[in-house]
């Protein structure tokens, strides 16, 4: 069945490193998309990969590896806005997109 | 004003009320999408509309009506909701749809409380 799993929820310290992971299984493969949703807000497009390998867009950067169905978002250098909900979402082989749950990132000074 | 735009912010009605939630977008976009989102759950697609046509309707009561007079403008008629329909509504729009790298732009909500 079509699933995505991605950690509820994860803290951090402002300045680390965080890595937030994301599995799926679904219906056929058409790129994976992060979102970043602040508390009360819309969620904003992040990066959307089609492509194995690492991208980098400044303090984020996107992985993806098709053949083992998973992905993660990287944050460098944490800053305090940084602390939202982080969504993955895939889409399928008909191009509907199948979400996660999200990740509430939390960061502590 | 520019993007998506969602009105009301925050909506509380009775179980026998009859509300519509308003939403605008400014990119000149083709697709329009409503969402379901409740707290720790995945979002939840309800509708979409390309070009004004109804492509999706993923098995949405139909206490939820869409109407989509336009391709700037989307509404969604609720009446007779449940308790259990309480949750933020989504909208989005996006350049095409059906297409991979279906970049959606979302408003901000509709925050829905059904006494």
């Known amino acids: 069945g079509q699933n995505i799993d991605q950690p509820t929820e994860m803290t951090a310290t402002e300045g680390a490193i965080v890595q937030i992971n994301c599995t799926y299984q679904?219906?056929?493969?058409?790129?994976l998309f992060w979102y970043q949703q602040h508390a009360g807000e819309a969620p904003t497009f992040l990066s959307y990969t089609v492509l194995d390998g690492l991208e980098e867009k400044g303090r984020f950067s996107s992985f993806l590896s098709r053949s083992k169905g998973y992905s993660y978002l990287l944050l460098k250098e944490l800053q305090m806005k940084d602390s939202a909900s982080y969504l993955c979402?895939?889409?399928?082989?008909?191009?509907?997109?199948?979400w996660g749950a999200g990740t509430k990132l939390i960061i502590k000074p | 004003e520019t993007g998506v735009t969602q009105t009301p912010r925050h909506l509380v009605m009775g179980m026998t009320n009859k509300k519509s939630l308003k939403c605008e977008q400014h990119l000149g976009h083709n697709a329009m999408y409503w969402y379901k989102q409740s707290a720790k759950k995945p979002l939840e697609l309800m509708f979409v509309?390309?070009?004004?046509?109804?492509?999706e309707n993923n098995s949405v009561p139909s206490r939820f009506s869409p109407e989509c007079p336009n391709s700037s403008h989307l509404f969604l008629h609720l009446h007779t909701l449940q308790p259990e329909d309480s949750a933020l509504y989504l909208c989005?729009?996006?350049?095409?749809?059906?297409?991979?790298?279906?970049?959606?732009?979302f408003g901000a909500g509709s925050r829905l409380t059904v006494l």
């Open positions: 679904t219906s056929g493969f058409n790129g």
């Open positions: 979402a895939v889409s399928e082989s008909n191009y509907q997109l199948i």
């Open positions: 509309y390309s070009l004004e046509e109804r492509v």
């Open positions: 989005a729009s996006s350049q095409d749809y059906g297409t991979g790298a279906n970049v959606l732009t």
